[in-house]
């Protein structure tokens, strides 16, 4: 425990700069380090890190992409070469596997699926900086979801009794997992009105959008905790990596912020511009 907490005060220690000069190239290339390091640490999951032909194309997508979304900064724009790279690197990567004796098409394949969830995620992260006004959100789907680890953590530690997914986490309870849900909901509700009172723009999504985000985040960050979990006992790996002691890997500590990120990313666009 003491080892976790002393992890997880270095890492406040570094998040904070980072978040005050998020305006500049220090956040996306924070980003591109983490996403670098998390997509690493899933290709020594799958096994085919050893690989160059596989692990080339990915490495050089998951350092570069989080920069690029700064530097074209045109949403559309970058969506659009984004895309094109994400075809042209699978296409690569499933032609090496026809060619190479330490990995198949399919191997080619699953890693690249795994891999693009990683960096799209962390992408994400960086494409809600970039949005408008984008300074009071960019924290919702990091914050949120370590708050909805939390409160599940602890309300499943006094009052679990029944297990949620016990063959692929045995400790996870139901009552956890509403206890998460409903602090989580909380968080951001309470996030969204004090946007509200507090500063004074018209931009301000209402207070309502940020309850179905909150709780469609507390649903979504759970399972992508559990997504990670099923992968690591597919492989028969404990953690992804031991860069942060008592936390694991980047993967570990971020498996739920991974899917929060680009849902939050999809909510934001959809309220700004088709419900509101």
């Known amino acids: 425990m003491l080892k976790r907490t002393i992890t997880g005060l ?6 904070v700069p980072v978040i005050i000069f998020s305006d500049t190239y220090v956040f996306p290339v924070f980003i591109a380090l983490l996403c670098a390091i ?33 530097v074209i900064k045109n949403i559309n724009y970058f969506t659009a070469t984004y895309l094109a790279v994400l075809m042209l690197t699978l296409f690569m990567m499933m032609a090496a596997g026809i060619f190479s004796s330490k ?3 399919v191997d080619a394949a699953e890693t690249f699926a795994l891999c693009m969830y990683i960096i799209t995620g962390f992408v994400s992260l960086v494409l809600l900086r970039l949005e408008e006004h984008g300074e009071y959100y960019f924290l919702i789907p990091v914050i949120a979801p370590f708050t909805c680890d939390i409160f599940a953590y602890l ?8 297990k949620l997914v016990p063959k692929v986490s045995p400790k996870k309870t139901v009552e956890g997992a509403i206890g998460g849900t409903i602090f989580c909901t909380a968080i951001c509700t309470a996030y969204g009105l004090i946007l509200r009172h507090a500063v004074d723009l018209k931009f301000i999504l209402p207070a309502w959008t940020f309850v179905v985000g909150g709780l469609l985040i507390a649903v979504v960050s759970q399972l992508g905790d559990l997504v990670a979990s099923v992968i ?3 492989y028969g790996v404990k953690d992804y990596g031991n860069i942060l002691p008592g936390h694991g890997g980047i993967v570990d500590r971020f498996d739920s912020v991974i899917p929060t990120a680009p849902l939050f990313l999809i909510l934001l666009v959809f309220f700004k511009n088709v419900i509101l």
């Open 10 to 15: 270095c890492m406040v220690c570094i998040a």
């Open 38 to 70: 998390g997509t690493f640490e899933m290709l020594r999951c799958i096994g085919t890190v050893n690989n160059p032909l596989i692990t080339v194309p990915v490495m050089i997508v998951a350092a570069a992409f989080p920069i690029l979304a700064k």
């Open 103 to 105: 990995t198949d098409i």
């Open 155 to 162: 309300t499943g530690r006094f009052f679990g009794k029944h």
């Open 232 to 234: 690591k006992r597919r």
